[in-house]
């Protein structure tokens, strides 16, 4: 079968430095990895590469997502495929309503796909469901995109995004950050209902607390800009004791 | 040799003087305003049309743009006006608001709306005041009155609209004095009075617009006094037509406790300058002074305002959007006095400016001069291409890059009309901008 993203060797610099330096990672449907590292390993650059933020030069490797050139394709082009990040730092996009940004976004892939539009009382009814379930205040979807929200609530506001898009590949950047415990869960459970056999998930994250509620099956130490080891899930609690003192430097 | 030698006249300024001289007998009034008008004219005839010389006139040389200053508009024939009674104003139209046309400079009672005037609501040709004898009134204290273009206005104002409310009065339609050009190669100077008594409220709307590819000339003024204790929302819409020059000026004096809007919203024209001297004369007072221009192809649009803070605890917050893309230039002139007796003044000015191509070009130059102690004041100004980290999220969302940024210029402008109150008018204003950004 076919794996869901496979990234073999990738290379990537930003402003002259690298900093992926021939990472590997295969992500069949249905898994869940987790992604861990210490401070400036690489784990956000992978995932602006995976979306194609501009400013990364792509110096080596590939990434195939279904078998498909994923680094060829546009960003947009590449959501309406099904690749979805929720950004470790959420911007704020002053003037654009939340809902018409959340109608927009999904249109616009449907469109992409050859699928119908929803209209706007149907999209309405969708997100209120999936604001009710994360706990978003439906007050917030009228405001600006992020503007002035909390850093839990730009969080939430990720997770919902994604439940709305039901994206194929799911990256988490430190969802969990700025989370309280409660809405830890809340975002928590939202994120294990979507869960599905033809689903794939990284959860990047720094807190084996997360992973109490979001199982991964597969846990990565990234460091250096590599993938250097590869475990079960009870390798988050093994960092958790001893940290990454012995990651760091190994590949450099 | 006279080292202070006045450049050689241009052939527009050579020009105006025989527009002056021609029209000068036709032109409505008694004595008084025709003394008026031919010592508005020599004033002009001093310093010429204003250029780069000019510190308030810095960027946009008139003297040099001004290639030619064309005969006063004729009056318009019947259908014209029929047709153009029915059409002006564009979708502003629609919003029932009590419309008055002026139709090439003259205003048209016959076609305009005068049913069930509002208790307490004045409605008077400029034309027929001027005929009476009654002096313009300029309104003192802002160096902008002293502008040529607006000694211009004075000296060939044929009409324009007057309107008095009374204190107290409250004018629940908004009016809407729409003024359309019809013809080319002509000009229209008007001029126009609202007085607004105490504690009345009235929103006023203005638009100007004509037809593409004709070569005409606007000059219009609008004096605005604002009693005490007023409620004052004023819009002005500029969508001249694509090869018109349309020189505007607002004068407003507000009173004490009054709270006062204005939103200029500019997507029209080729050469455009609006001039706002806004003198916040009582105590106390709100003002909200913001602007929108979308600018594309070679269009050139000036905004140069000053305001006045006279007296204390007045509050006003300046928002000025521009949009501008192809070759197009923006710019705005910005200034806020704080007069001595303005203590607890709180001013904010903020301009910004976004830049849709390598070619488009902003100046902006906000400027505080503060003459009391106790005040809050603040200016910023930027200038810049679209910011890229915005994009990104939208196209991470999978919004096309066409759409992303369409969404993103709404966005922008969207921070000035969404202040507008009326709602027909905000979704009017909001839709002007939505079909200039697929238009581009
Ligand atoms: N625009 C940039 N210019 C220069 N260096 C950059 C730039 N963006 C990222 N970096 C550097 O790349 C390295 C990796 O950053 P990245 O954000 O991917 O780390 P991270 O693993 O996500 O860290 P954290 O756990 O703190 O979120 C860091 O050293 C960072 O300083
Ligand atoms: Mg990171």
Redesign the interface.
């Known amino acids: 079968m076919t794996p869901l993203l496979q990234i073999r060797g990738l290379e990537a610099e930003v402003a002259g430095r690298k900093i992926l330096n021939g990472l590997d990672l295969t992500v069949n449907e249905g898994e869940i990895h987790a992604i861990m590292g210490p401070n400036g390993a690489g784990k956000s650059t992978l995932s602006h590469v995976l979306?194609?933020?501009?400013?990364y030069e792509i110096t080596g490797g590939e990434v195939l997502f279904r078998g498909e050139d994923l680094l060829a394709m546009?960003?947009?082009e590449?959501?309406?495929k099904g690749v979805f990040?929720a950004?470790q730092y959420?911007?704020e996009?002053?003037?654009?309503a939340t809902l018409?940004?959340l109608r927009?976004?999904?249109n616009?892939?449907r469109k992409?796909r050859g699928e119908e539009e929803l209209s706007s009382p149907d999209l309405l009814k969708r997100v209120r469901e999936i604001a009710k379930k994360l706990g978003v205040d439906p007050e917030m979807l009228r405001r600006?995109l992020n503007v002035g929200f909390s850093g839990g609530e730009k969080k939430r506001n990720e997770t919902l995004?994604m439940a709305l898009?039901e994206p194929r590949l799911c990256i988490l950047d430190e969802t969990d950050s700025g989370l309280d415990i409660d809405a830890l869960k809340v975002v928590a459970n939202g994120v294990n209902a979507l869960r599905a056999p033809e689903r794939g998930m990284i959860v990047i994250t720094h807190y084996q607390r997360l992973l109490d509620y979001i199982v991964p099956d597969i846990v990565h130490v990234l460091a250096a800009g590599r993938i250097v080891r590869t475990g079960a899930k009870e390798l988050a609690l093994e960092l958790e004791a001893t940290g990454y003192a012995q990651y760091q430097g190994e590949a450099a | 040799m006279n080292v202070h030698a006045r450049p050689a006249k241009t052939a527009a300024e050579l020009a105006l003087a025989g527009v002056y001289r021609d029209a000068r007998s036709a032109l409505p009034g008694g004595t008084a305003v025709a003394a008026q008008r031919n010592a508005a004219f020599e004033a002009f005839s001093g310093t010429g049309l204003p250029g780069s010389r000019l510190e308030s006139w810095k960027y946009t040389d008139l003297r040099r743009l001004m290639a030619d200053a064309l005969p006063l508009a004729p009056p318009p024939d019947a259908a014209t006006r029929a047709a153009q009674a029915k059409t002006s104003g564009g979708p502003l139209a629609g919003l029932g608001l009590r419309r008055l046309v002026i139709i090439d400079g003259a205003l048209d009672l016959a076609h305009s709306d005068l049913a069930d005037l509002e208790p307490g609501l004045a409605v008077r040709a400029m034309a027929e005041v001027l005929a009476s004898d009654e002096p313009l009134l300029t309104l003192g204290g802002s160096a902008s009155v002293t502008n040529p273009t607006l000694a211009l206005n004075a000296a060939l104002a044929a009409d324009g609209v007057v309107l008095s409310i009374a204190p107290g009065a409250v004018i629940a339609r908004p009016i809407h004095l729409a003024f359309v050009n019809t013809g080319a190669r002509v000009a229209a100077y008007t001029r126009s009075r609202v007085v607004v008594g105490a504690d009345a409220m009235v929103a006023l709307v203005e638009s100007h617009e004509g037809p593409d590819g004709a070569q005409y000339q606007v000059n219009t003024a609008l004096e605005l006094v604002v009693g005490d204790g007023a409620r004052v929302d004023h819009v002005k819409v500029t969508r001249e037509g694509n090869a018109a020059l349309h020189v505007g000026a607002l004068l407003a004096e507000v009173g004490a406790r009054t709270s006062f809007t204005t939103l200029g919203f500019t997507v029209g024209g080729a050469l455009i300058r609006n001039d706002l001297a806004i003198r916040l004369a009582g105590e106390a007072t709100v003002a909200a002074i913001r602007g929108v221009s979308l600018l594309a192809g070679t269009q050139h649009a000036d905004t140069s305002l000053t305001v006045d803070h006279a007296a204390p605890g007045g509050q006003s917050r300046e928002l000025f959007k521009t949009v501008v893309d192809d070759r197009a230039r923006a710019v705005f002139q910005g200034r806020i006095n704080v007069r001595q007796p303005a203590q607890q003044t709180d001013a904010k000015m903020m301009v910004r400016a976004l830049l849709l191509s390598d070619d488009a070009r902003a100046d902006s130059k906000p400027e505080l001069e503060i003459f009391a102690d106790d005040v809050q004041c603040g200016h910023g100004s930027t200038v810049g291409p679209m910011d890229e980290q915005l994009k990104f999220y939208l196209l991470a969302r999978g919004i096309p890059e066409q759409q992303a940024k369409a969404l993103l210029i709404q966005a922008f402008a969207a921070e000035a009309v969404e202040t507008v109150a009326h709602e027909g008018l905000r979704e009017v204003l909001s839709d002007a901008t939505a079909r200039w950004v697929q238009e581009r």
């Not at chain 1, 979306?51 to 400013?55: L, N, S």
């Not at chain 1, 996009?93 to 654009?96: Q, R, W």
């Open positions: 979306a194609g933020k501009p400013g546009a960003p947009d590449r959501a309406a990040l950004f959420p911007i996009i002053p003037g654009v018409t940004f927009t976004a999904l616009a892939q992409k600006p995004q898009l």
